[in-house]
């Protein structure tokens, strides 16, 4: 049933509306918007860049707030992997026969979801991390790496959540997405930033396509990025995807779904 709800739901007509509204730097509304917003989801800015709610320009602006990050007062270090989002793991493990894990019994495949030739990961792994609104909403990169090529991919704005994900086959194949694509010195990576409901757009820190994307569209890029470097951000919640090759990039093993992650913490090392 809540499946065929978002089915006959218009999910971009009510997303891109609300985008709108959340762009606007009217007073009253981007007041209104940010404190209801605090108030539902028990906001701290405590951590934030700017600590006062009526500092923010818009609801936007405020929703994809900077805010201080283990790398802001801790080294990088230059073999280790970083978390790139903060928000919760809602799937990792290993990329068997092309093949990720979405929920118990959902399979679905790296190629139709990246539009990319996927063989440097097979038998690689792959962390699904969920960013819930409360979240911080910018995206990081996990190690340093030269930005290659990045794939828009249109589709659907399928709510994220657990029960879509246990309810909707290939649901991040269907939805919008932006794919990633980065060399290291020791194999590609990718990082996927992947849309759903109410997701106003996705935006990157270089100059990228702009969502919502209306075709599939392919961008070559050389640019050079340090660990922990910002990829873009999302206005609302949504699911950031990242898959590594085999042998040289280790997940930690204490690593469980449901676990939280900070921004840019240790995840795992490069051997």
Known sequence: ???????????????????????????????????????????????????????????????????????????????????????????????????????????????????????????????????????????????????????????????VNSNTERSIKELFCKNERLVCQFLTDRGPILVILVGALIVASIETSWDGPLSPYNFEAINNYQLDLPSCAEVGRFLLGSTVICCFPPNHFVLNKNLKIGSELEACSPIGFIN
């Open 1 to 159: 049933m809540f499946a065929l709800l978002q089915a006959l739901t218009p999910k971009h007509l009510i997303s891109r509306l609300i985008g709108k509204i959340a762009a606007s730097e009217n007073q009253l509304v981007k007041t209104v918007f940010i404190r209801a917003f605090k108030k539902i989801y028990n906001v701290s800015l405590h951590n934030a860049k700017q600590k006062r709610s009526k500092d923010y320009n818009s609801f936007n602006d405020f929703f994809s707030r900077k805010i201080e990050l283990k790398t802001d007062y801790e080294p990088i270090a230059k073999n280790t992997i970083y978390s790139p989002a903060e928000g919760s793991i809602s799937q990792i493990g290993k990329i068997q026969d092309g093949q990720l894990l979405q929920a118990k019994g959902h399979n679905y495949s790296l190629s139709d979801l990246s539009k990319m030739d996927t063989k440097p990961f097979l038998n690689g792994s792959f962390i699904t991390i969920y960013l819930s609104p409360s979240n911080y909403h910018r995206v990081h990169l996990p190690v340093s790496a030269q930005l290659q090529k990045t794939i828009s991919v249109p589709g659907s704005l399928y709510s």
